[in-house]
């Protein structure tokens, strides 16, 4: 099983590019689905086990409701802890270091904990599939967490949180001009943390977003990951058939 993660500033079509891939990879799921096929074949609470059996997509809202208070999800939580202590202990470092400079911490770290619990499970049930793509994985929850404000007295805390997290065999980092990110938020609209502040600062926070992005790359890159470059502005299909093309290799 290969564990894939995206890497990328907000509008550079992280998230459809995943999908798109996912339709193209075979036996490839997202992390949502993972969890969902981990708790089907191997989960504990019983409750949670038997809405896996009969729920087909991880989006069904009962699904979601189950899982989010299932004795499976924590538990995973307390194994990925106990396997990654580190991870949690920068996170908390990170936020504290930041709290005068940054905003909605809390949203941070509860998508923080999700997430380890989610990869906690599905790497658990190494038989659920070949490829588990993650949109929004580690590497690239350093953006959610030292995106709003970044200086660069922050790159330690940063690198420190890279060093602790379990690495994917694969970062796809995907390039886009800022300018075309910005019309695609500008369009779609901004994550909540964001949608709030004018456009000025919503401009400032995406600079600070590239710099976030490209701290990042340069740290992996001295830890040997291995990185995929892709062109976030070429049509998507192309874009994911050349990946599936570069991952097979």
Request: glycine letters at 4%; aromatic letters at 6%; a negative charge.
């Amino acid at each position: 099983m290969q564990h894939v993660e995206f890497l990328g500033t907000p509008g550079s079509a992280k998230s459809t590019i995943a999908t798109e891939l996912i339709n193209l990879l075979p036996n490839a799921v997202d992390l949502e689905e993972a969890t969902l096929l981990a708790v089907r074949r191997s989960g504990h609470d019983g409750l949670a086990r038997l809405v896996a059996q009969t729920t087909r997509k991880a989006e069904n809202p009962v699904w979601k409701w189950t899982y989010a208070r299932s004795t499976d999800r924590f538990s995973a939580l307390t194994r990925f802890i106990h396997e990654h202590p580190e991870v949690i202990q920068r996170v908390t470092e990170a936020q504290q270091h930041r709290s005068a400079r940054d905003r909605s911490q809390g949203l941070v770290l509860d998508w923080l904990l999700n997430l380890m619990a989610r990869y906690q499970l599905a790497v658990e049930d190494p038989g659920a599939a070949s490829h588990i793509v993650i949109d929004e994985g580690f590497c690239q929850r350093a953006v959610a967490l030292f995106a709003h404000g970044f200086e660069e007295r922050d790159t330690s805390h940063l690198n420190d949180y890279l060093d602790a997290i379990p690495l994917p065999d694969v970062v796809i980092v995907i390039d886009t001009p800022l300018e075309v990110c910005e019309t695609r938020l500008e369009k779609k609209g901004w994550s909540k943390r964001v949608a709030e502040l004018d456009r000025a600062q919503r401009h400032e926070f995406l600079l600070s977003t590239a710099d976030v992005v490209d701290t990042v790359i340069d740290h992996l890159e001295t830890t040997g990951a291995r990185l995929v470059r892709i062109d976030g502005t070429r049509p998507t299909l192309e874009t994911a058939r050349t990946l599936v093309e570069r991952l097979s290799r």
